[in-house]
């Protein structure tokens, strides 16, 4: 009988060793797939995390009304209404002009292109960028443009 049991443990045949090294690799691309997702933030914004609902805001362009007064056309591209609190100069080289200009303006969630109005001091010819910055402390930066002359 002992014979028997042998001979029928010889006869059992285990999976061939190129598909178990297939379905390791296949495992192994699995998690390297699921990892991705997980540090690229794209599984946090699938579970209600991540980028969603957050505020967005695109500047559509500056008029420069004079050297002190400046009027930048912006509107909330998503996450709801934006309640921009501070004007913010900045020159060629990202350095602060002056002191915050203090504003109250709401940009609404609809996408509604609205005035922000800012008082600063310009110079003729100087290159500028205006960063709008809201209520929950984001900052959206305006294109360049030039102080009158």
């Given at each position: 009988?002992?014979?028997?049991?042998?001979?029928?443990?010889?006869?059992?045949?285990?999976?061939?060793?190129?598909?178990?090294?297939?379905?390791?690799?296949?495992?192994?691309?699995?998690?390297?797939?699921?990892?991705?997702?997980?540090?690229?933030?794209?599984?946090?914004?699938?579970?209600?995390?991540?980028?969603?609902?957050?505020?967005k805001?695109?500047?559509?362009?500056?008029q420069?009304?004079?050297?002190?007064?400046?009027?930048?056309?912006?509107?909330?591209?998503?996450?709801?209404?934006?309640?921009?609190t501070?004007?913010?100069?900045?020159?060629?080289?990202g350095?602060?002009?002056?002191a915050?200009?203090?504003?109250?303006?709401?940009?609404?969630?609809?996408?509604?292109?609205?005035?922000?109005?800012?008082?600063?001091?310009?110079?003729?010819?100087?290159?500028?960028?205006?960063?709008?910055?809201?209520?929950?402390?984001?900052?959206?930066?305006?294109?360049?443009?030039?102080?009158?002359?």
């Open positions: 009988m002992t014979k028997r049991i042998t001979k029928l443990r010889r006869n059992v045949k285990a999976l061939s060793p190129i598909f178990a090294v297939l379905i390791l690799i296949a495992i192994a691309v699995i998690a390297g797939i699921i990892v991705y997702m997980f540090t690229s933030g794209y599984l946090g914004t699938m579970m209600g995390g991540g980028t969603a609902g957050q505020e805001v695109a500047i559509e362009s500056v420069v009304i004079s050297n002190s007064s400046i009027t930048l056309w912006a509107k909330s591209t998503g996450g709801g209404d934006v309640d921009v501070e004007v913010i100069l900045r020159d060629l080289h350095d602060q002009i002056g915050p200009d203090t504003v109250t303006t709401t940009l609404p969630a609809d996408g509604t292109l609205t005035a922000v109005n800012a008082n600063v001091t310009l110079t003729a010819g100087t290159v500028y960028t205006a960063a709008l910055v809201t209520k929950v402390g984001n900052q959206f930066v305006s294109p360049s443009f030039k102080g009158t002359s």
